[in-house]
């Protein structure tokens, strides 16, 4: 079972901001990633150590980490940020884990 | 740009063993970390294990003991062997590239995934 937490779905207005968030104790201690999924499609790396974009990721999208939570900001959401998002890290053990996954839809 | 190239037998019996292997265009194993993360239907990912380039290996620890992860130096492939299959391993498996810089790490690169159905 994952050790980080994400709600199942959240809705976004077109050209709106979403925040999506994970939680989990080991992010005290190890940084998140977050992963986008479409449907019948790899997930790929938007975001990387808190808030760092890949090459290609779209600047409407940011990292941010307090705590134990994890977060996952679209600003200005599209049509296309509509997908599945994960967030993925390490374990209490270092092991990695993924988060539950949240689907996002825009409206 | 570096892909990753994936295939292996998608139907299987109860008890059988898969075995996947990926292979890596336009790049070298050599400085990452080379991973199998897998998606049963519906459900979210579920990360099984690595390899670096030298055959050093990390699984998770719900699954180490049914599988094996290794690594073609030669071939520039490395492979995934997972044990006495149930039907609670039918997943979409995914290769993908690892890399680590200090205390950020991610996976930057995925195949294309294999649906692998263990039935009888």
């Known amino acids: 079972s994952s050790e980080l937490t994400q709600d199942p779905a959240v809705s976004v207005a077109l050209g709106q901001t979403v925040r999506i968030t994970c939680q989990g104790d080991?992010?005290?201690?190890?940084?998140a990633n977050w992963y986008q999924q479409k449907p019948g499609q790899a997930p790929v790396n938007v975001i990387y150590?808190?808030?760092n974009r890949p090459s290609g990721t779209p600047d409407r999208f940011s990292g941010s980490s307090s705590g134990n939570t994890a977060s996952l900001t679209i600003t200005g959401a599209q049509a296309e940020d509509e997908a599945d998002y994960y967030c993925g890290s390490r374990d209490s053990s270092g092991y990695h884990v993924f988060g539950t996954g949240t689907k996002v839809t825009v409206l | 740009q570096v892909q990753l190239q994936q295939w292996g037998a998608g139907l299987l019996k109860p008890s059988e063993t898969l075995s996947l292997t990926c292979a890596v265009y336009g790049g070298s194993l050599s400085g990452y970390y080379w991973n199998w993360i897998r998606q049963p239907p519906g459900k979210g990912l579920e990360w099984i294990g690595d390899s670096n380039q030298s055959g050093s290996t990390n699984y998770n620890p719900s699954l180490k003991s049914r599988v094996t992860i290794s690594v073609d130096t030669s071939k520039n492939q490395f492979s995934l062997k997972l044990s006495s299959l149930t039907a609670a391993d039918t997943a979409v498996y995914y290769c993908?590239?690892?890399?680590?810089?200090?205390?950020?790490?991610?996976?930057?690169?995925w195949g294309q995934g294999t649906m692998v159905t263990v039935s009888s």
């Open positions: 150590g808190k808030n």
């Open positions: 080991s992010l005290r201690s190890y940084y």
């Open positions: 993908a590239r690892g890399w680590v810089r200090g205390v950020l790490d991610a996976f930057d690169i």
